[in-house]
């Protein structure tokens, strides 16, 4: 079993920076691939940056050149570096962890997840 926590999520004007972190407990954290993953009111929960347990990081377009995804493994936590921000980034933002090599922009391609903390951006 592996249980994330995330925090750092809050409010900020946009254009402003937000850095979310997920500490993890269990198992071993260098052998796992981090995802994360944010859920709008009424959208589906989509893909946003992850990062491999070798450090390869991928990220949906949106984001790309804003948020860096990145993961300290003598701490057991992951990162996401937000800047820029939207109004469009608004969202609950959720951690996900999962040691095997299934398709890591999607949901079901991570065995454990957080709790999710709220980004609000406003105009």
């Known amino acids: 079993q592996v249980q994330l926590v995330e925090s750092g999520g809050g409010l900020v004007q946009a254009g402003g920076s937000l850095r979310l972190s997920c500490a993890a407990s269990?198992?071993?954290?260098?052998?796992?691939?981090m995802g994360w993953f944010r859920q709008a009111p009424g959208k589906e929960r989509e893909f946003v940056a992850t990062i491999t347990w070798g450090g390869g990081s991928y990220y949906t377009n949106s984001v790309k050149g804003r948020f860096t995804i990145s993961r300290d493994n003598a701490k057991n936590t992951a990162y996401l570096q937000m800047n820029s921000l939207k109004p469009e980034d608004t969202a609950v933002y959720y951690c996900?962890?999962?040691?095997?090599?299934?398709?890591?922009?999607?949901?079901?391609?991570?065995?454990?997840w957080g709790q999710g903390t709220q980004v609000t951006v406003s105009s």
């Open positions: 996900a962890a999962d040691s095997g090599s299934s398709n890591l922009s999607l949901p079901a391609g991570y065995s454990y």
């Open positions: 269990g198992r071993t954290f260098s052998g796992y691939n």
